[in-house]
C-alpha cells in the first residue's frame, strides 16, 4: 500500500513538472528577408544561356506596360511600384538577343539579393509540365471523365481589397441566402456535385491524366481527329491543396526521396482499387477554359517560357521579378536565371520554386523527378530602396 502510494505521489509530482515546463517556441512566422549580393556571387552567373531569360523578361514586362505608375507591385511590403520597372523593361527591349549583352543588361539594371526566410536561404525547388491528354469534346466510348470549365456561381475573392492584412490571401466559395458558402470538395464533386450544371468542357480517357492536369495548371488534349486543343487554369474550388505523394508518405508506401511524379503514377497502376480513394484525399479541384494561341499563360497573363519561367508565392516574391536559381545538387545542378510568372496551390513560402520544363515526354521527366534544395536570388531594379528588413513580410 506505502509502495503504491508512492508511486502515485511520484507520477503526481511528474505531472505537476511537466505542466511547469515551459511550451515548446512555436516557429517563428515566414517573412522574407533579402540580403544584397555582387552578381559574381551567382554560381555559374556567367555560364548561364542569360539571353533566353531576357526573352522570358520582357514578356513580364508587356504586363508590366498595363500597370499605371502609381500601381503598388504585390506583395506590398517591398515598396516598389510599376514606374520602377520602366526603365529596366525600357533598356531590355533594346538589348540585343545574345549572351553577353543580355548579361551586360542584367548587371547594369539590377541588384541581385540572396533570398531568406528568416535569413534561412534553404529552400525546396520542384518542377512542372504542360502534360498530353487524349480526349473528345462528346462523351462516348472510352471518353468518360469530364474536364470541366469553371462554374458560373464559382466566386473567387481577394482578401486583400477589404484589409491589407490579408493582401495575398484569397478565398473561392459560392453564395447562397446571402453568404460565402465553400465550394464542394474534390470527392463531392467526384460523387456528381457539380453534375447538374453540365460543366464538361471535355471527356478525357484516364481518370489519373485529368487528376494530375490539375496539379499542373494547364495541358493539351490530343482529339480522336488528330488536333490538339490547349487547357489553361480558369480557376479552383477553395479548399486546400494537399500532396497525394505526403500521403503515400504518411501510410510508408514509400519515402520521401522516393516521391516523384513517376513513382506516385507507378503506386497508382499498381493499387487501382485504391487510387480514387488516394486522389480524393487531395479536396482542391481546378477548373479550366480552352485557349487559342500560345501558352500556357502563367499567374502573370503572359505566356510561360520552358526552363525559364518559376511559379513561386506571390505573398513574398512580386510577379514579374528575374529570379536566380541555384540549386548544387550533386546529381542534378542547376543555375538557372528565370523570371516569376506563376504561382502554384503548393508553392508556399518565401524560399519555395516550382521550375516549369515545357511540354513533351523530356518536361515530365525533368519536373516529376524534380525535387531539390537550394536557393535564389531576387534581382530588384537599382532604383528599388527596400525597407528596413523588419518590414518584409
Given at each position: ?65 498595363r500597370q499605371p505608375d502609381n500601381a503598388v507591385i504585390a506583395p506590398a511590403a517591398l515598396g516598389m511600384t510599376a514606374a520602377q520597372w ?164 504518411e501510410r510508408g508506401a514509400m519515402t520521401a526521396d522516393q516521391v516523384s511524379l513517376q513513382s506516385i503514377r507507378a503506386w497508382i497502376k ?124
Amino acid at each position: 500500500m506505502i509502495v503504491a502510494s508512492r508511486r502515485l505521489l511520484g507520477l503526481a509530482l511528474a505531472l505537476l513538472l511537466a505542466s511547469c515546463a515551459p511550451a515548446p517556441k512555436p516557429p517563428a512566422p515566414a517573412k522574407l528577408t533579402l540580403t544584397p549580393v555582387a552578381f559574381s556571387d551567382l554560381p555559374g552567373w556567367s555560364s548561364d544561356n542569360t539571353a533566353a531569360a531576357l526573352a522570358a523578361f520582357i514578356k513580364s514586362c508587356a504586363a508590366r506596360d498595363r500597370q499605371p505608375d502609381n500601381a503598388v507591385i504585390a506583395p506590398a511590403a517591398l515598396g516598389m511600384t510599376a514606374a520602377q520597372w520602366r526603365k529596366p523593361c525600357a533598356a531590355a527591349r533594346a538589348t540585343p538577343a545574345n549572351d553577353a549583352a543580355a548579361r551586360a543588361f542584367f548587371a547594369a539594371q539590377f541588384t541581385p539579393y540572396l533570398a531568406g526566410n528568416n535569413n534561412n536561404s534553404d529552400g525546396l525547388f520542384t518542377g512542372y509540365y504542360e502534360p498530353l491528354l487524349h480526349g473528345a469534346r462528346q462523351r462516348a466510348g472510352k471518353y468518360q471523365t469530364p474536364i470541366m470549365k469553371r462554374p458560373p456561381d464559382l466566386v473567387m475573392v481577394d482578401l486583400g481589397r477589404f484589409h491589407p492584412a490579408w493582401h495575398g490571401e484569397r478565398i473561392a466559395g459560392r453564395v447562397v441566402s446571402g453568404s460565402l458558402v465553400p465550394y464542394p470538395s474534390r470527392a463531392e464533386i467526384e460523387r456528381g456535385a457539380l453534375d447538374a450544371d453540365r460543366l464538361a468542357l471535355f471527356w478525357v480517357d484516364d481518370p489519373v491524366d485529368a487528376f494530375f492536369v490539375q496539379v499542373q495548371g494547364s495541358g493539351r488534349i490530343a482529339l480522336p481527329n488528330g488536333t490538339q486543343v490547349r487547357l489553361g487554369y480558369d480557376g479552383q474550388n477553395g479548399q486546400p491543396y494537399v500532396a497525394i505523394g505526403k500521403k503515400l508518405v504518411e501510410r510508408g508506401a514509400m519515402t520521401a526521396d522516393q516521391v516523384s511524379l513517376q513513382s506516385i503514377r507507378a503506386w497508382i497502376k499498381a493499387h487501382p482499387d485504391q487510387a480514387s480513394a488516394l486522389m480524393d484525399e487531395n479536396p482542391s479541384y481546378v477548373f479550366f477554359r480552352e485557349l487559342a494561341g500560345d501558352g500556357p499563360i502563367g499567374s502573370e497573363g503572359v505566356v510561360l517560357t520552358a526552363g525559364r519561367s518559376l511559379a513561386v508565392d506571390r505573398n513574398f516574391v512580386p510577379l514579374g521579378t528575374p529570379v536566380y536559381l541555384a540549386i548544387d545538387d550533386n546529381t542534378s545542378p542547376l543555375h538557372r536565371l528565370m523570371v516569376a510568372q506563376d504561382t502554384g496551390g503548393a508553392i508556399n513560402g518565401p524560399v519555395r520554386g516550382d521550375v516549369f520544363w515545357g511540354f513533351g515526354s523530356d518536361a515530365e521527366t525533368h519536373a516529376g523527378n524534380m525535387r531539390a534544395r537550394g536557393r535564389y536570388y531576387l534581382l530588384l531594379p537599382k532604383d528599388v530602396t527596400l525597407p528596413r528588413a523588419p518590414a518584409l513580410s
